[in-house]
Nanobody, 119 residues
Framework: QVQLVESGGGLVQPGGSLRVSCVAS????????MGWYRRAPGKERELVAR????????NYADSVKGRFAISRDNAKNTVYLRMDSLKVEDTAVYYC????????????WGQGTQVTVAA
């Protein structure tokens, strides 16, 4: 049974930073491309960032480039999303997603963690 468990969301002021984490089980994590999505109120879920199996290659949505950083620790079966210079419009539920040996879109989802950016 595949489980993706996110943590680290919360309330932060504009300009602040936050790191969310996702621990995976039930998959061969080091063989799995991982991603972070988000869904803001009233909007479609969007891909924020993804990272290849070894962590050397990353991709970001234009809206977060230069502010967010995805990373992974294969020894801990964990993927992270570091978020800096947060904006009000970054407010969303952030979801961890597991894909395949290559990126084929999300196959498994976490339950999500709320990130709220407000003064």
């Amino acid at each position: 049974q595949v489980q993706l468990v996110e943590s680290g969301g919360g309330l932060v002021q504009p300009g602040g930073s936050l790191r969310v984490s996702c621990v995976a089980s039930g998959i061969i994590f080091s063989n799995t491309v991982m991603g972070w999505y988000r869904r803001a109120p009233g909007k479609e879920r969007e891909l924020v960032a993804r990272i290849d199996r070894g962590g050397a290659s990353t991709n970001y949505a234009d809206s977060v480039k230069g502010r967010f950083a995805i990373s992974r620790d294969n020894a801990k079966n964990t993927v992270y999303l570091r978020m800096d210079s947060l904006k009000v419009e970054d407010t969303a539920v952030y979801y961890c997603a597991a894909s395949g040996f290559t990126w084929i879109g999300p196959r498994y989802w976490g339950q999500g963690t709320q990130v709220t950016v407000a003064a």
